[in-house]
């Protein structure tokens, strides 16, 4: 598939889409994942030329739902660092944080890693679509996460060559939601 897509669109990038566990393809790592068993092949299935980054996704609440708070950002940070390490050194592709359901702050230390997505970005009064990972931009507990996601993207924007908008020529505002 990720061939005949870059046959339609050489400039479309492309990823397996997969949560990162370690399959038939590297033993030794097999052992990091969170339930035996499993595993479809993280560094097989993105050595395919045409896949251009890597995505890893990390939900120890639900993978580890039996262990303790500490065991779980344990676990995290040590599944974490070695997917950015084998993007960085096996692969040779960045890799992107694609979902998680327990903050990852302080978790790793950059490398190949770029960024990090959430689950949900829910709008005021779609909070009934939620599924306890949404980020609700409505939630005034939620506002310091609301702020940052704007900061960011203001930052994003006037990084930016070719410009998004007013916020490349200079405009700092920003949106209360």
């Given at each position: 598939?990720?061939?005949?897509?870059?046959?339609?669109?050489?400039?479309?990038?492309?990823?397996a889409?997969?949560?990162?566990?370690?399959?038939?393809?590297?033993?030794q790592?097999?052992?990091?994942?969170?339930?035996?068993?499993?595993?479809?092949?993280?560094?097989?299935?993105?050595?395919?030329?045409?896949?251009?980054?890597?995505?890893?996704?990390?939900?120890?609440?639900?993978?580890?739902?039996?262990?303790?708070?500490?065991?779980?950002?344990?676990?995290?940070?040590?599944w974490?660092?070695?997917?950015?390490?084998?993007?960085?050194r096996?692969?040779?592709?960045?890799?992107?944080i694609?979902?998680?359901?327990?903050?990852?702050?302080?978790?790793?230390?950059g490398?190949?890693?770029?960024?990090?997505?959430?689950?949900?970005?829910?709008a005021?009064?779609?909070?009934?679509?939620?599924?306890?990972?949404?980020?609700i931009?409505?939630?005034?507990?939620?506002?310091?996460?609301?702020?940052?996601?704007?900061?960011?993207?203001?930052?994003?924007?006037?990084?930016?060559e070719?410009?998004?908008?007013?916020?490349?020529?200079?405009?700092?505002?920003?949106?209360?939601?």
């Amino acid at each position: 598939m990720a061939s005949y897509l870059k046959s339609v669109d050489r400039n479309h990038l492309v990823e397996a889409g997969l949560e990162g566990f370690f399959g038939p393809s590297s033993p030794q790592r097999s052992r990091l994942n969170p339930v035996s068993n499993i595993g479809t092949g993280f560094i097989a299935n993105n050595m395919v030329p045409v896949v251009d980054f890597a995505t890893v996704h990390s939900y120890p609440d639900q993978w580890l739902s039996n262990t303790n708070d500490q065991n779980q950002v344990s676990f995290m940070s040590k599944w974490l660092d070695t997917h950015i390490q084998d993007a960085e050194r096996v692969l040779r592709k960045p890799i992107l944080i694609a979902e998680f359901g327990k903050s990852w702050r302080d978790m790793f230390s950059g490398g190949a890693a770029g960024g990090g997505l959430f689950w949900q970005l829910l709008a005021p009064g779609m909070d009934n679509f939620g599924d306890g990972y949404e980020i609700i931009l409505s939630d005034k507990r939620q506002s310091s996460t609301a702020n940052l996601i704007a900061q960011q993207a203001l930052i994003n924007c006037t990084r930016s060559e070719s410009g998004f908008g007013e916020a490349s020529k200079g405009d700092t505002s920003t949106t209360d939601y």
